[in-house]
């Protein structure tokens, strides 16, 4: 009885000890949400006034070297995947901190934390939470069996749609927030095909940084170059005539990212032929009724709530207030998410973080900055200044955008694309000022947005949504490594920039005797890109071209 008594007692304290504990981890959630949500508005800029509080000091002559050594170390550790990419993107920042140090009046704490790019990590904790919650709905394996189904069992054609898909959400939010919901799709029908998820995530990824270029809210680069060279920002310089909107993105940049939307689908299908290629055949009904909603109610209230932050995403851009922005947001959205499905467990959801991802990017963003006041980046932008500088008057627009859109692509896949164009900004707008170079401020942005944002193709930490992907495939025990990610990113993203190189040279670095010229060769480039869809499309595999137009000869 003695027993059996010390059992219960030790039960009773057990659960109480239990909601001591849960209500203790609910508090310390809840209050450091707040503290986020109270911070954003404070750090939200810090890729373009990083260290805002620290005055770096002289740089020796030995920093920029020991810059590119810590680089070159931190892509070899994973590159070769000594380490995991969160402690190698660590240790790289931890380096880059002494080593400020060593050269004396290094940074504090406080310093380094405006570092960090509190926007990502804000978004990306947000939308973990909420993307959690509706993997709960059964929404994502319903999304799946859809896609499944138009696809008519064809691998490539599934592929080529979640694909299309993925570009096209990614103009229209951003394609770090895409990726958090087309991956999980992506995730689950894998399982339910019984395929390789890697091929499919990696080709995703691949269109989300592409379709993400041609807007401003599309890719975090060209929000940077939106916000610095917005009528607001240049409203007391001479540039403020040349300043860009919303809309010039679209004008400048969509048109360029259609061009190569089609060839980069070819280059695809010939690069993951292995995986992309083939057939599984099922029963669409019974997949339906296997895979159909589960949870109704959770789905409506859940919903409805991702539906209002999607819109506040797209109007965010056009309401300028400390405290809006896609952080705040998504944030914002989780928290009455949780109020309103779980308000009494939230464990669960925050065990859904990829807290792996989160310590990379903060391990990358103070690395990446702390090599920028070492003095690397700098040196990267005085080279392609001095070389702008030396081309003659009439080649001078043309040696500009070429210099921009290929050395920000190259920079971009091997420096986190965030960063860099924090810092490559200032130097367009002093290109554009310069009264010798008399540069126009449009083309160079232009050039600057294509090269970083399809760069950002090139590795596997050239750009935020990579990163995101990389982390959801390995939560599900797909490892995306390196090489693997190299082998397809780097060859599209030379193929995308060449497409990019003759738009950019037609329509700003050649002189024509009229502008109708330039558009109707850019029309002509589109329509013929676009003609090509129904070839690149067919799956010309002889398992797929066997398959009948509605396919129920298998049973799940």
């Known amino acids: 009885m003695s027993d059996i008594f010390r059992g219960n007692v030790s039960r009773k304290n057990m659960i109480r000890g239990t909601r001591y504990g849960s209500l203790g981890k609910k508090l310390i959630f809840y209050s450091y949400l707040v503290i986020i949500l109270l911070y954003l508005p404070l750090t939200v800029s810090a890729e373009s006034s990083s260290g805002a509080n620290w005055t770096p000091p002289d740089m020796p002559s030995w920093s920029v070297p020991v810059a590119l050594g810590i680089l070159i170390l931190v892509y070899g550790l994973i590159v070769f995947e000594v380490v995991h990419r969160a402690l190698a993107a660590s240790l790289g920042g931890i380096a880059a901190v002494l080593s400020l140090h060593l050269v004396g009046g290094g940074p504090d704490l406080a310093a380094i934390m405006t570092w960090i790019d509190w926007e990502t990590i804000g978004l990306l904790i947000g939308m973990m939470v909420m993307v959690d919650i509706l993997s709960k709905t059964g929404l994502f394996e319903w999304a799946a069996v859809q896609a499944y189904a138009q696809s008519g069992g064809s691998i490539w054609r599934l592929s080529f749609i979640l694909c ?54 599309g890719d975090p680069p060209n929000i940077i170059i939106g916000a610095q060279l917005s009528a607001q920002s240049l409203s007391s310089t001479q540039l403020a005539s040349q300043s860009i909107g919303f809309s010039d993105f679209i004008i400048h940049v969509a048109p360029a ?25 099922r029963n669409i009904e019974l997949l339906r009724i296997k895979y159909g909603i589960k949870d109704v109610d959770l789905l409506k209230k859940s919903g409805t709530i991702l539906i209002f932050v999607i819109l506040a995403f797209f109007a965010h851009s056009q309401f300028h207030h400390p405290l809006l922005s896609v952080a705040t947001i998504a944030i914002g959205g989780a928290v009455i998410m949780l109020l ?21 990017f903060a ?27 030396k081309a003659s008057e009439e080649n001078r627009l043309m040696v500009a955008i070429l210099l921009l859109l290929w050395v920000s692509a190259i920079a971009s896949a091997f420096i986190d694309n965030i960063p860099y164009t924090a810092t490559m900004v200032p130097v367009v707008i002093e290109l554009a000022l310069d009264p010798e170079l008399q540069l126009p401020l449009g083309p160079l942005a232009w050039a600057l947005a294509l090269g970083a944002c399809l760069g950002g193709n090139g590795t596997i930490i050239g750009a935020s949504a990579n990163v995101v992907a990389a982390g959801l495939a390995e939560d599900s ?39 109708i010229i330039p558009a109707a060769l850019i029309l002509a480039l589109a329509i013929a890109s676009l003609s090509l869809s129904p070839m690149v499309y067919k799956d010309e595999s002889p398992s797929a071209l066997a398959l009948p137009r509605e396919f129920t000869t298998e049973s799940e």
């Not at 770090?176 to 019984?194: F, G, N």
């Not at 890697?198 to 270029?213: D, K, P, R």
């Not at 259609?258 to 055949?281: C, D, N």
């Not at 779980?342 to 310590?359: A, K, M, Y």
């Open 164 to 217: 299309t898909i993925t570009a096209v959400f990614s103009a229209l939010l951003d394609n770090v927030t895409t990726i958090l919901l087309i991956v999980p799709v992506t995730i689950q029908i894998s399982k339910v095909l019984e395929i390789d998820p890697v091929s499919l995530i990696i080709a995703e990824v691949m269109f989300s940084n592409i379709g993400g270029a041609a807007t401003q809210i």
């Open 340 to 360: 309103v499905t779980s308000p009494h467990r939230v464990e669960e959801q925050l065990d859904s973080v990829e807290w792996t991802t989160i310590i990379f």
């Open 363 to 389: 391990g990358l963003f103070i690395m990446i900055h702390g090599l920028e006041y070492m003095g690397l980046i700098d040196r990267i932008a005085d080279l392609i200044s001095n070389t702008i500088a």
């Open 257 to 281: 990212v259609v061009i190569t939307m089609i060839p980069a689908f070819w280059l695809l299908k010939k690069l993951e032929v292995k995986g992309l290629s083939g057939s599984r055949i």
């Open 477 to 515: 025990g797909n490892d995306i490594s390196f090489n693997r990610f190299f082998r397809t990113g780097f060859p599209i993203m030379l193929l995308t920039l060449a497409i990019a190189t003759v738009y950019c040279v037609i329509r700003y670095a050649m002189d024509w005797p009229s502008n």
